[in-house]
């Protein structure tokens, strides 16, 4: 991911923030919404995508 700093907002507060990294090493909202929109864009296009690009690809089923 290329954002610097993602927050995670709820009901108006900063639940969650740091690097695409470290939200999701969190197993927190976060990584509950990216897996889930991973799911629904059908993760192994998404996989190979990524290693087209030649960017890490990290395992969502752990």
Same mark, same amino acid.
């Given at each position: 991911?290329?954002? #610097?700093?993602?927050?995670? &907002?709820?009901?108006?507060? &900063?639940? =969650?923030?740091?690097?695409?990294?470290?939200? $999701?090493?969190? @197993?927190?909202? $976060? @990584?509950?919404?990216?897996?889930?929109?991973? @799911?629904? !864009? *059908?993760? =192994? *296009?998404?996989?190979?995508?990524? +290693?087209? +690009?030649? #960017?890490?690809?990290? #395992?969502? +089923? !752990?």
């Amino acid at each position: 991911m290329d954002s #610097d700093c993602i927050c995670m &907002m709820k009901k108006g507060e &900063m639940v =969650e923030g740091g690097t695409h990294l470290q939200l $999701y090493e969190k @197993r927190g909202t $976060y @990584r509950k919404i990216f897996d889930a929109s991973a @799911r629904s !864009l *059908n993760i =192994e *296009n998404l996989a190979k995508t990524m +290693a087209d +690009a030649g #960017d890490e690809v990290l #395992d969502t +089923a !752990l």
